[in-house]
């Protein structure tokens, strides 16, 4: 399993510096290795307290999770194995970040996301362009800027309770990258229709632990990422962009393997440029 960065060493997203995770140097990461020192502040943002779609406080006495199981309508079953649980508390699998407490995230142990990617091939008057130094051809992906921390981002979102997947990646597609919820109802009906032509054969390209910088001790992201391509372009060539929903930026981004991505959504999508040999 991968290490985590971005939910380490800083100040936790949206408090404004005032909550600080406790340091944690790389040798310190891994449960298994010892740190006496260890004496992370504890946060739960007012944001997720008594909300319908969040957990309740672990010491309620209704709440009685069934952790690492499907737990009624709840998805509590990581993708990276068995996680264990210290004194009630569910233990990252990715060991230390710093921070106890659940942060700004709703579910203690696993958040599920899901992340829509879908791409196209660069063209320049109605050919395939090429890159200069890898000599392969030029992918572009759909990217939104996101709201919390002005990050170029994949347009993904949280599953829903009892939602699937599939409706998940298409779902928070239209109302990131297209404002679905500021649209009428015209619009949204032709929207609607245009997505189900690009959402068809997805390609899972990555499932499992997102090192996002909202992760805890006790909480952290999952999802999984999967790819719609438009091999011709004519499907997404009807897709108008529109930034909406918790994105404020959305754009069409050439791949490339030094850009500067939200989590490590970059890494989902070195496992496209291997599937469809492009550049990287
Ligand atoms: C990321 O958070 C996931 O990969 C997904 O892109 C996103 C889901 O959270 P929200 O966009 O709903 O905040 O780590
Ligand atoms: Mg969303
Ligand atoms: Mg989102």
């Given at each position: 399993?991968?290490?985590?960065?971005?939910?380490?060493?800083?100040?936790?997203?949206?408090?404004?510096?005032?909550?600080?995770?406790?340091?944690?140097?790389?040798?310190k990461?891994?449960?298994?290795?010892?740190?006496?020192?260890?004496n992370?502040?504890?946060?739960?943002?007012?944001?997720?307290?008594?909300?319908?779609?969040?957990?309740?406080?672990?010491?309620?006495?209704?709440?009685?999770?069934?952790?690492?199981?499907?737990?009624?309508?709840?998805n509590?079953i990581?993708?990276?194995?068995?996680?264990?649980?210290?004194?009630?508390f569910?233990?990252?699998?990715?060991g230390?970040t710093?921070?106890?407490?659940?942060?700004?995230?709703?579910?203690?142990?696993?958040?599920?996301?899901?992340?829509?990617?879908?791409?196209?091939?660069?063209?320049?008057?109605?050919?395939?362009?090429?890159?200069?130094?890898s000599?392969?051809?030029?992918?572009?992906?759909?990217?939104i800027?996101?709201?919390d921390s002005?990050?170029?981002?994949?347009?993904?979102g949280?599953?829903?309770?009892g939602?699937?997947?599939?409706?998940?990646?298409?779902?928070?597609?239209?109302e990131?990258?297209?404002?679905?919820l500021?649209?009428?109802?015209?619009?949204?009906?032709?929207?609607?229709?245009?997505?189900?032509?690009?959402?068809?054969e997805?390609?899972?390209?990555?499932?499992?632990?997102?090192?996002?910088?909202?992760?805890?001790?006790n909480?952290?992201?999952?999802?999984?990422?999967?790819?719609f391509?438009?091999?011709?372009?004519?499907?997404?060539?009807?897709?108008?962009?529109?930034?909406?929903?918790?994105?404020?930026?959305?754009?069409?981004?050439?791949?490339?393997?030094?850009?500067?991505?939200?989590a490590?959504?970059?890494?989902?999508?070195?496992?496209?440029?291997?599937?469809?040999?492009?550049?990287?």
């Open positions: 399993i991968m290490c985590h960065y971005k939910c380490r060493n800083s100040a936790y997203p949206g408090t404004d510096g005032k909550i600080v995770r406790f340091h944690v140097p790389d040798d990461v891994n449960w298994h290795s010892l740190y006496s020192m260890y992370p502040p504890i946060f739960t943002s007012t944001s997720v307290i008594g909300q319908l779609w969040a957990d309740q406080d672990i010491y309620a006495l209704e709440f009685k999770p069934n952790w690492n199981c499907v737990d009624g309508n709840v509590r990581s993708f990276t194995g068995k996680y264990n649980i210290q004194n009630g569910p233990l990252n699998p990715c230390r710093g921070l106890i407490g659940r942060g700004v995230l709703g579910r203690w142990g696993p958040n599920h996301a899901a992340d829509p990617i879908v791409t196209r091939w660069k063209k320049y008057e109605n050919k395939q362009v090429f890159h200069t130094m000599n392969k051809p030029i992918l572009q992906f759909v990217a800027q996101r709201k002005g990050e170029w981002a994949l347009p993904g949280m599953v829903d309770i939602e699937v997947v599939s409706t998940t990646l298409k779902r928070e597609f239209m990131e990258a297209m404002d679905l500021g649209k009428s109802e015209e619009d949204t009906i032709k929207i609607k229709k245009e997505i189900e032509e690009v959402f068809t997805g390609i899972e390209v990555f499932r499992g632990y997102v090192d996002d910088p909202r992760n805890t001790d909480a952290w992201m999952e999802t999984v990422a999967t790819l391509h438009d091999d011709k372009g004519v499907h997404v060539g009807m897709l108008k962009l529109h930034a909406g929903d918790d994105a404020v930026g959305v754009k069409w981004v050439d791949l490339d393997r030094k850009l500067n991505l939200y490590n959504h970059l890494l989902f999508l070195e496992n496209i440029a291997k599937i469809l040999k492009c550049h990287w």
